[in-house]
């Protein structure tokens, strides 16, 4: 079985541009989260979807908001990119709403 | 609030030495833990979980944790270390009664030295 893919794998923006970051979670997983991992700290949790609804949003900014899809799969959008958004977006998938968590590779952003 | 937290940033083990991560945490409810492993660039990999029962939890490629209430603390542990066990681990939170965020904590980056 697949696991969860993100895409695009790298992807480098200027600042006050906007992106959008997708993600592909586990067949039959129901629920995703995204996460931003800067360098040298551990993931810092930005939103959770389950059957389509949001269920969870972490201190970040109103420029981060995300969306899943009939199918599961789930877009984050971060508008009016700061340097600081540099980062690696981790999304996650589980099977049911607060089963572990499986996460994909990674998109990494880069803004200059 | 949850919060996580993993007293050391390095941790450094000869090949064949048991080895031990720390990890701490705060809730206010019943905690679920959990262990993830990450390569370089790649995303976190699960390895084991406490949600209930057992204090002593077996996981994969022979890690396993310790669930202490009174130390609110959940140590990963392998008896043997390999050399391809040389990554960053997290520990993660995750509070029942105040939703299903998981908080992670800052990471020890494990070298196993041959």
């Known amino acids: 079985d697949a696991g969860v893919t993100q895409s695009p794998t790298h992807l480098i923006k200027t600042r006050g541009q906007h992106v959008t970051l997708r993600c592909s979670p586990i067949s039959g997983h129901k629920s995703v989260s995204w996460y931003q991992q800067v360098l040298g700290q551990g993931p810092q949790f930005i939103f959770q979807y389950y059957e389509k609804e949001e269920r969870g949003r972490g201190n970040f900014p109103d420029r981060f908001s995300a969306r899943q899809f009939p199918n599961y799969s789930s877009e984050l959008n971060v508008n009016a990119l700061l340097l600081g958004d540099s980062a690696l977006y981790l999304c996650?998938?589980?099977?049911?709403?607060?089963?572990?968590?499986?996460f994909g590779p990674g998109t990494r952003l880069t803004v200059t | 609030a949850q919060s996580v937290a993993q007293p050391e940033d390095q941790v450094n083990v000869a090949e064949g030495n048991p080895l031990t991560v720390k990890c701490t945490y705060s809730?206010?409810?019943?905690?679920?833990l959990f262990w993830y492993v990450q390569y370089p660039n790649r995303g976190l990999q699960f390895l084991l979980k406490y949600i209930t029962g057992d204090n002593l939890v077996k996981g994969s490629y022979g890690f396993e944790a310790e669930f202490n209430k009174s130390q609110t603390s959940f140590h990963l542990k392998k008896p043997s270390a390999l050399v391809s066990d040389s990554a960053l681990y997290f520990c993660a939170v995750r509070d029942n009664r105040y939703g299903q965020n998981f908080v992670f904590g800052p990471g020890t980056r494990l070298s196993v030295l041959p």
């Open positions: 809730v206010s409810g019943n905690p679920y």
């Open positions: 996650a998938s589980s099977l049911v709403f607060g089963g572990e968590q499986y």
